[in-house]
């Protein structure tokens, strides 16, 4: 059963009032000539694609919906909407054949003229079935179909979701500025919404003795771990949280971080695989190789996140103390010293959170280690295109560009001598990265030979962006065009050609890290043409494929789901919150002309701030250069603690603020009489 993508035609059935009762209502088999087949029956896969269908018969209690459903002895699942109602989460199998199940219908509106169906993938295997009708609850729950299928049958498409409308009315240019703060607050609110609701889905899964939550929800569903339960899925856990629940924030989050490192950690400070049927490590001698990995995961992929948001918390404690004990230990000998691993992925995580944590605690051990590790890639016989046969781009090997990128820019401040000595190694790895390893529009390939130019999987992946990274910080440092004008040929390539491109084969992981590489890089080159338009339309899919229960494939990866719905939210908001948040309160933001313009409206009163966004790189993480990082949040509209602005607002005057009250937040109040605030937020400069 292939989970790669393919079209599939969307099905309307419409069906002739004065049916026969005694018959199905309407009916469709899955047997088109390129369907798959099992034991001799064609089908649709819904990991293919979801089906959408409209039933022309107005709905009412009669009626019951039959799928001719198949399972492989397991169990399949599917989730079905109809009539824009609750989703309906199905689950059958465990038998090896095709059988009808059988499912009561909500009730519709007393309006409603006909029925609108979708079927979609749900985990643990998504759905495959061979026919469907709609029918009476008198007829057998095994009938066989009628022998001709009816032929009022037309292709369709799948109807707009409410994101969809939205961002296609902002892809109107001459929108007013009022309205597109608006749509932009509806937009991060559903975002918001849903990233909430991902960590209530996650929660309920937690392991009740320790209250920790599993690697994953099918396999691994008693184990947490550093590499992914930590890094990929707590830590946005505890960013939405601080976002949307500042209870929760303080609460179960901060639980939860002090559980993992009192019972999860070895003893010499590394995060541990904790088991919670046993109660133990799983590993009573895990080795020295996998514990550097485990921690170099977790610091980079999650607490470097959260730091780089909320500045100095435990969390940032947790993570220099793993950074620490890695470096204590670093395994691998070289002629250049000891390092934490030969492998590229460890050693490029390494090489980002060192360079930013040496500016960051003002130590000068952590730059140490980052420049011996560049050297050892650099200037010895380990250059990653000179010397490599094989060059993975993709998630896990990209790392080390990024990485080698970041020493080289902390070194232009911290240690001159050393960026010119990097300078022509740097250059040489990147030159030779864009004449063999991307394609005609700028996307990278998965892997290539450097060193003979030959594409070894030519397969076009979500991290281009990560690489971009890399290319554009080196640009900032030399001036270096040809590096911005190769990020730049990728970003205006992305609609015309990658509109809702498969990445990853649709996962949310796939699409969320390639919106994530266009917005980073998007944030530094504001005028690329198409880029709003193609990371709201790959938004909007990737929140889609949300589970009814908050959880979004089960891995986890769905971390990665809500890192990047934050930083789409804060994009729409300018880096503006509320404190407190409520689901109901939309906070929406355009800058233009250097004013912001900040439209929020809530269904109820709300009392509360608005917290304005500050240079973060400098404020917190004290970096002489904001230069594109992994798993950062761009920063958007940021207001500097000295300077002055005036806000005017529907209901008051013009008042003048200094950044410092704005950064400590705004006291807003809405009132059922001014439900609807649009603010006006303009730099002051004195002379």
Known sequence: MSTQSRIVPVLVLIILTGHLRAEPAAWLRFNAPDNQKYLGTPYHFLGDSPLYLTIAIKPTADYVLDLLWGAKNDQRAAILIVNNTSPIAIKAGDYNDFQWQRIQLPAAAADTENYQITLKPDQPKAAFL???RLTTPDTPPDGELPPADSHLIQLTSPPPTQLELWARELQNDQLAITRRAFIHGRQANEALRRCRKYVDGWLSHTDPTTGLIPRNLSRDKNLWNGKDAAADNYAFMVLTAALTDRALYQGRMLDILHTETRIATQANGLPAQYD???????????SLDSLIFNGSEYVKDGLMPITEWLGPTPWSQRMTAIIDSILDQAPFETPFGRLPS?????????????SRLYFNAGNTRYLDMACRIADYYLLGDHHPTRDFTELGLRDH???LISGLTEVYAACHTARPAKARAYRQPIQ???????KYGRNEYGLMYQTINPRTGAVLNPTIHDNWGYNYNGFYTVYLLDREEPYRQATRLALSNLKDHYWKFPWEGQSADGIADSVEGALNLFNREPDSAGVPDWIDANINRMLDIQKPDGTIEGWHGDGNYARTAIMWALWKQQGVTIQPWRD?????????????????IADQPWSGVLIFDQPRYRAFMKLPLDYPRINQFPQWFTVEPAQEYQITTDTNTPAIHPGARLIDGLPIQLTPNTLLQHLTVQRLYRQ
């Open 584 to 600: 109901d309160v939309c906070l929406g933001a355009v800058c233009q002309d250097n004013r912001l313009h900040l439209s929020l």
């Open 342 to 354: 030969n492998n590229v992925e460890v050693n490029g995580e390494m090489m980002q959170v060192l």
């Open 130 to 132: 061979a026919a469907i």
């Open 397 to 399: 090997n990209c790392e």
């Open 276 to 286: 919670f049927d046993t109660r133990k490590h799983r590993y009573e001698k895990e």
């Open 428 to 434: 040489s790895m990147l030159d030779d990265i864009l």
